[in-house]
T-cell receptor
């Protein structure tokens, strides 16, 4: 069965360290997204990609970067981790076809809980 | 500027009764609306959606209503079951370039009491 996986599931790091969170999907979806979930804010978009070599900034992109070298993977990098980046991070994908065919529905991974001390 | 708002952080409903979750939006360019359900330690899962050309969409126990003039949508769950206890997010997408991005509300925690 197709799926979307994230690793690690839990990560503790120190302020100033570079951290990379992995996201891998086997849906063969063109679109991939990274969100963070914080109490009172819901899910906020960090970065997204509509295909290989395409990346775009979302609502809360400062301090984060992504690269898309293949269809399956969109790793999220925190260049210099800060305590404000302690959060739960979700990766999602969608096929991007017509919304009437469910193309805008995003499938989410299980999340990565990141703690920056 | 929160474009999608869920003003009730939590809701408690008795098993078997109707649960109504509400969502308001400010952007008139939103064209497609979705509801997601999230259990603890899991990712959100898609529940039901509605296009702006409709005012109602039904799927089993779940019905979503859209009132475009009020920029308001609601999710009705009838009858409510203990397994419905979760956090519910509404989301919206626009048209044209960037239409495939979703903007999420803050979420409402639904608790179904036996």
């Amino acid at each position: 069965d197709a799926e979307i996986t994230q690793s690690p599931r839990h990560k503790i790091t120190e302020t100033g360290r570079q951290v990379t969170l992995a996201c891998h999907q086997t849906w063969n979806h063109n679109n991939m997204f990274w969100y963070r979930q914080d109490l009172g804010h819901g899910l906020r978009l960090i970065h997204y990609s509509y295909g290989v070599q395409d990346t775009n900034k979302g609502e809360v992109s400062d301090g984060y970067s992504v690269s898309r070298s293949n269809t399956e993977d969109l790793p999220l990098t925190l260049e210099s981790a800060a305590s404000s980046q302690t959060s739960v991070y979700f990766c999602a994908s969608s096929d991007g076809s017509s919304p009437m065919g469910g193309g805008y529905e995003q499938y989410f991974g299980p999340g990565t809980r990141l703690t920056v001390t | 500027d929160q474009q999608v708002k869920q003003n009730s952080p939590s809701l408690s409903v008795q098993e078997g009764r109707i649960s109504i979750l509400n969502c308001d939006y400010t952007n008139s360019m939103f064209d497609y609306f979705l509801w997601y359900k999230k259990y603890p330690a899991e990712g959100p899962t898609f529940l039901i959606s509605i296009s702006s050309i409709k005012d109602k969409n039904e799927d089993g126990r779940f019905t979503v209503f859209l009132n475009k003039s009020a920029k308001h949508l609601s999710l009705h769950i009838v009858p409510s079951q203990p397994g419905d206890s979760a956090v519910y997010f509404c989301a919206a997408s626009g048209r044209g370039q960037g239409a495939q991005k979703l903007v999420f509300g803050q979420g409402t925690r639904l608790t179904i009491n036996p």
